[in-house]
C-alpha cells in the first residue's frame, strides 16, 4: 500500500518545541486520514530544528464508494415534498427512486452512491488546512498575502514542503497544493553549513539515507546517543566523568542536526564556587554539561560542548568562544556569591517587610514569623530541638534575596545551606534551608533530618491553611498555588519517617490563627474565641444570626456564638483534613493499594494520625484478602443492607442491646457471644495500635455470623423476636466498626 512522506523545512524550530510539534503533526495528520475513511498501517513523526517531518504508511489508493440510504416522502405526498426529494438526492425522477413498504404507509428511498476520491486528492485539502492551523504555542506572520491565499502563520519563515505519496515501485506522486507560494514538491536541503544543496528524495527510506550523507540526523533519539555516547567517551579518556542531565540533553539534541562533541575548561580558580553554581551557569548560558572527578565527585575545570560542525580547525575556534563566554560569566557568579557571603542571612530579615507574600496573607517577614513559630511547636513532636529549629525556620528563607538565586531561582533552598555554613550555623540549620522545600514532586527525596522535617511541616502547613481560609482552593484541575503538592509533601513526610502527627488538632489552630491573621487582628492564644471584628470580617456572625434568625449587634458575642465559632474553625479544618484524605486515596493508590479502604478508615472519625491511618488500611487490606476477612465483609454488608432496608421501613433506628430471653435459636446465641468476645477484643488491640491483631479477633466472627445466616429468619413473624434479630445485626455492624465502616468497602 501507498505510503506518505511529509516534511516541512523551515528556519530554525525552538528545542523546547520540537517534541510536541512532532507528535502533533502525527496526531493531527493521521486523524484527518482517519475522518476521510483512510486507515493507516502505521506514522513515526521527527524533529530536528530545521524540519517537522511525518511518515505514515499503508494508506489506501483511493477512498471507498460511499453508498447511502435516504428516506423521502410519503408516496402520494406533496409534490413541493417531492421535487425538494429529487433535487436533495440529485434523481432525475421517481423512476429512480425505490418504494419502501411499511405499516404506517409506503415511502421513496433514494439509493446513491458517492465514489471515493484518491487519496492524493484529499491529502492535497487537508495537509494546507492541517499547516495553517497547526497548534504552535507561538507563531509568526511572515510572507504576503495573495489573490488565492493570506500570509502564512508559522513558528518560523517556511522555506519548502517535501510530500509525496505512492507504492514502493513507482515513482511517488507529488500532493500538490498551494500554500502562500511556498514550494511543494520533492526538494529538500542538507545541513546548512556542511551540505545546503538542494536533494531530490522519493520516500521516506530514500530520504532519510539522503539526509544522513548530507549530515542531517533526522530522529533525536538517535541525535541523543550520539552526543551521550562521544561525551562519555571524551570525559572517560581523560579520567574524567560526564554530569548526565536528560533535561540539557533533550535541548542540546533540538539544537543540532549533526552532533559534534568537543571538550572545553575554564580557569581552576573558579572551582572554589559551589558546584551547584558552575553548573547552573555553564548550563543555563552556554547549554554546556560539566564533569567530574570520579574519585572526589567533584566538578573539574572541563566542560563538554555539542557543536553543530565538523569544523576544518577541528573545533579549536568553537572551544575558544565558549571558553571565552563561560569565563565571563563564572566571573559574574563568583563575584555574585563571594559578595552574598558578606552579608549574614539574618541581616537580611528586615527587607522581607516590604516583600509581599500574598495580599491577603501579608508579607514574606509575617508568613516567616507564623513558620517560625509552628516550627518550634512541631519540633517537640519530630524529636527536634526547639531552638534550632526556630532558627532554622528563622533563615530558611533568606536566601532569596541573595545574588545567586536572584540569578539562578532554581538554587534557592540549596544557597541558603552554603550561606548558613559559611557563616558557622549548626549542619542541622543549614540543611533545613534546602530540604524544607521538599519533596516538590514523587521523584524527589524527603527530608530526614528532625529540624528539617519540622521546618518542612511547618512550610507546608502555613501555606494550606492560609489559602484555605481566604478560599483559594484548588478546584478541578486548577492549583495555582500548588496546594495538592503541598499536602502530599506532607503526607509522605510523616508515613515516610513513621511520624505520629495530631494533624487536626493543628489544622484547628492553624485556621484560627488564620482567621485572626487575616483579619488584621492580634493573636491571643489559642482558645479559639474570635473577637466580633474577626467574626464578622469572616461572616461568621452573619451565618450565625442568620441560623438564630436574630441579629447581632452587641460587641460581646454570646457563648452560644462562641461555640458555633468553634464549630466553624473545625468544620473548616475538617475540610483541609478531608482534602489530605483524598491526597492520601491518590498516593496509596499510586502504590496499588485500595482508595475505598481509606474511605473506611477516615469515616470512623478522629483518625488525624496519617502514619496509623496508613497501618490500619495495611492491616485491613491483608484481611480483606483472606477467605475470613472476604465472607465477613459480605456478611457485614448484608447486615447493613437489611438494617438499611428495615429501618427505612419503620422509621427508626435499632439501636441497644439486645435481649438475650428473646433468642430462639443457638446461631442467634452463638453470634452474640461472639459478638461479645470480639468487640472488646479487637477495640483493645486498636487501642494499642495492633491492628493486625484486631483484624485477627475480627476474623473470629465470621463463622457465627456465616451460621446466623444461614438459618436465622431476620424478619421472624414476632415483632419482638423481628426487632431484638434486627438490633443484633446492629451489634454486627458496631462490632465491625472497631476496625472500620465497612459499608465504605467495595465488593
Known sequence: MPDLLLELFSEEIPARMQAKAAEDLRRIVTDRLVAEGLVYEGAKAFATPRRLTLTVHGIPARQSDLKQERKGPRVGGAEAAIQGFLKATGLASLDEAKIQRDPKGDFYIALTEKPGKPTVDV?????????????????????????????????????????????????????????????????????????PDAIQVRRFDDYVAKLQAAKVVLDPERRKEIILADARQLTFAQGFELVEDPALLDEVSGL???????????????????????????????????????????LTNKFVITANIEASDGGTAIIAGNERVIRARLSDAKFFYETDLKTKLEDRLPKFEQIVFHEKLGTQAARIARIEKLAGEIAPLVGADATKTKRAAQLAKTDLLTEVVGEFPELQGLMGKYYALAQGEDAAVAAASEDHYKPQGPADRVPTAPISIAVALADKLDTLVGFWVIKEKPTGSKDPFALRRAALGVIRILLDNGARFPLSEFLQRLVYRGLVFTSGATLVGDE??????????????????RKQKTPIS?????????????????????????FFADRLKGQLRDQGARHDLVDAVFALGGQDDLLMVVRRVEALGKFLDSDDGKNLLAGTKRANNILAIEEKKDKRKFDGAPDAALFKLDEEKALARAIAEVGPEASAAVAKEDFAGAMTAMAKLRPAVDAFFDKVKVNDDDAAVRENRLKLLNEIRAATRAVADFSKIQD
Open 123 to 195: 491529502l492535497a485539502e487537508i495537509l494546507p488546512i492541517i499547516i495553517r492551523t497547526f497548534p504552535w504555542p507561538k507563531q509568526m506572520r511572515w510572507g504576503a498575502a495573495s489573490a488565492k491565499s493570506s500570509a502564512l502563520t508559522w513558528v518560523r519563515p517556511l522555506h519548502s514542503i517535501v510530500a509525496t505519496f505512492g507504492i514502493e515501485t513507482e515513482e511517488p506522486e507529488v500532493v500538490q497544493f498551494d500554500l502562500s507560494g511556498v514550494s511543494v514538491g520533492q526538494t529538500t536541503y542538507g545541513h546548512r553549513f556542511l551540505a
Open 554 to 578: 452587641s460587641e460581646e458575642i454570646t457563648s452560644e456564638g462562641q461555640a458555633y465559632q468553634k464549630r466553624f474553625i473545625e468544620g473548616m479544618a475538617a475540610d483541609l483534613l478531608a
Open 256 to 298: 543540532v542536526e549533526w552532533p559534534v562533541v568537543l571538550m572545553g575548561s575554564f580557569d581552576k580558580d573558579f572551582l572554589s564556587i559551589p558546584d551547584e553554581v558552575i553548573r547552573a551557569t555553564i548550563r543555563a548560558n552556554q547549554k554546556c554539561f560539566v564533569v567530574r572527578d570520579p574519585k572526589t565527585q567533584k
Open 528 to 545: 479559639f474565641v474570635l473577637t466580633l471584628e474577626v467574626a464578622n470580617n469572616h461572616g461568621i456572625i452573619d451565618t450565625y444570626s
